[in-house]
């Protein structure tokens, strides 16, 4: 009966964030065509990009802590109040014709603080909804949604529904937010974390959470690797609409199709991780996942051929999508609940920074030299990320580490 109550949380939950997700997907594609409306200054324009990076940097830890010690389910739900709310009132303006740049600005930062705290929580979620030895199955599950619904569905709805009227895309937007927050208020439970500690300080919060990541072997070295490869992958996408045009002559129209392959390929990781880890051990899964994403980022250099190099794109799409599953489930299995949060948020501040650095790398390599280096150079990044992980990451190392943390969760 107790495993039939926990399978139905998940998929409520899943559910919740399939919904979610949905809604992000409509309003990145809604909001950049509304932003060409409002103005045509690149740099103006750019900006918007850049405003999404900045909650993540500043707010991603003071989150975790929010996340340790307040009920997480009643955080998701009071941030999908909220972004249902701003999305409102931002289609309220689109219909009425009062937007501008600047408010859109302002929704852009205010949805992505509510994102730090809202994408925290549900990842904090799941060991408390699946048994731990089904956390990348349940992983697995949660990222292909996310992949499929933002990438395959939410984009043509969006684009569609915009060149009809631009508030009813907003609509659409609106009316999955509200869908999702519905759905989190009816998950049952509390999920506030075990032995939380709202007294301390969030300085003295953080530190703790920062310590606990450079004291343990196996999340020191995740964390490394997640710097190697966040900065590579930056630098191999920057340029990717520059170098599909002028090194592989792939058409403006077909151009969404060469990225769906990456897409198609993280779907399919997104769903074989748990096998890979199950068959290989978790260690070997890494590893093998950071090898062939250096492999395909290898081929993708090599060929001006865009048949083959969108064959390049969807292995390095299913092998990011393993990485991210079983490294992701490994980073709740290893961490004690109330520290969850914060540890979350270490990772998520430092992928997010690394990666403006990693696309302005990318930059100045093609500029001395062609569009094919930063991914070549990329690949060699991530081949190295890959041999560090190789005898960082073995899976003795790692079973010795989720035994002794499986240990400690046990206690009273």
Not at 335 to 342: F, I, K, N
Request: charged content about 15%; glycine content about 10%; proline content about 3%.
């Amino acid at each position: 009966m107790a495993g039939r109550i926990e399978l139905s949380r998940f998929h409520r939950l899943w559910a919740a964030a399939a919904a979610g997700n949905l809604g992000d997907g409509v309003y990145r594609v809604a909001i950049l065509l509304l932003a060409a409306r409002l103005t045509s200054d690149p740099v103006a324009f750019s900006a918007l990009t850049a405003l999404g990076f900045v909650p993540w940097l500043l707010l991603g830890l003071p989150a975790g802590v929010l996340v340790d010690r307040y009920d997480r389910r009643r955080l998701a739900l009071l941030v999908g109040i909220v972004r249902t709310a701003v999305l409102a009132a931002l289609l309220a303006a689109v219909a009425t014709d009062t937007m501008s740049l600047w408010l859109l600005y302002g929704v852009v930062v205010v949805l992505g603080a509510g994102e730090t705290v809202y994408d925290t929580s549900v990842l904090s979620m799941v060991p408390a909804v699946v048994e731990r030895d089904r956390l990348e199955a349940a992983n697995g599950r949660l990222q292909g949604a996310d992949m499929l619904v933002q990438s395959f569905v939410a984009p043509p709805i969006a684009s569609a529904v915009f060149a009809v009227t631009a508030s009813g895309a907003f609509g659409v937007n609106v009316a999955c937010y509200a869908i999702a927050a519905a759905l989190m208020l009816a998950l049952p439970g509390t999920y506030r974390a075990a032995q939380a500690d709202g007294t301390a300080p969030m300085g003295r919060a953080i530190g703790e959470a920062l310590r606990f990541v450079r004291g343990h072997p196996v999340h020191r070295a995740m964390l490394s690797v997640v710097i190697g490869l966040g900065f590579a992958n930056a630098m191999a996408t920057a340029l990717v609409a520059l170098w599909t045009r002028e090194t592989l002559d792939v058409p403006e129209a077909a151009f969404g199709a060469f990225l769906l392959t990456a897409s198609v390929g993280g779907l399919v990781g997104s769903q074989t991780a748990a096998r890979v880890a199950g068959r290989t051990g978790r260690g070997r899964a890494m590893v093998l996942a950071a090898t062939v994403t250096g492999l395909g980022m290898l081929l993708a250099a090599a060929t001006r051929n865009m048949y083959v190099a969108a064959f390049a794109w969807a292995l390095t799409g299913w092998a990011i999508l393993v990485w991210n599953v079983v490294y992701g489930s490994l980073r709740q299995r290893l961490t004690p609940d109330a520290l969850l949060g914060r540890t979350i948020g270490v990772y998520r501040v430092v992928a997010w920074g690394v990666m403006p650095l990693g696309a302005l790398a990318g930059g100045l390599l093609a500029d001395a030299g062609d569009l094919r280096t930063p991914i070549l150079v990329a690949a060699l990044l991530t081949l190295a990320a890959g041999g560090y992980a190789a005898s960082a990451l073995t899976n003795a190392r790692i079973d010795a580490a989720v035994a002794e943390a499986d240990v400690a969760s046990a206690r009273p």
